[in-house]
């Protein structure tokens, strides 16, 4: 199973950014995909998932408005679509794929697969 994760760079303050997750040796639909990100001298954090099946999605309440996660199962491919990006919004963004139970949906250790992380810089 490999993820790939791409899309990330540098943008100011207001602008926007689309990051892809590429899956190949697993069937997206199959699997709830999240994003975590994790910036400089933090913890890693929940950023957003759509559950496997259902495709029921969750979004942190830190990007909740300007953050959208999506997936294209004949692609097998997920993005995260990130609006009026800020500063604060700084960090290593990677995608992940599990079987997460509900109540672990948010966490980290719910995902099996992760991808290499792709940066993004947001300049004030």
């Known amino acids: 199973v490999q993820l790939q994760a791409s899309g990330g760079g540098l943008v100011q303050a207001g602008e926007s950014l689309r990051l892809s997750c590429a899956a190949s040796g697993l069937t997206f639909s199959m699997y709830s995909m999240g994003w975590f990100r994790q910036a400089p001298g933090k913890e890693r954090e929940f950023v957003a998932s759509?559950?496997?099946?259902?495709?029921?999605?969750f979004i942190a309440d830190s990007v909740k408005g300007r953050f959208a996660i999506s997936r294209d199962t004949a692609k097998n491919t997920g993005t995260l679509q990130m609006n009026d990006l800020k500063p604060e919004d700084t960090a290593v963004y990677y995608c992940?794929?599990?079987?997460?139970?509900?109540?672990?949906?948010?966490?980290?250790?719910?995902?099996?697969?992760w991808g290499q992380g792709t940066l993004v810089t947001v300049s004030s």
């Open positions: 992940a794929a599990g079987r997460p139970i509900l109540s672990n949906i948010r966490q980290a250790d719910g995902y099996s697969y």
């Open positions: 759509i559950r496997g099946g259902g495709g029921s999605k």
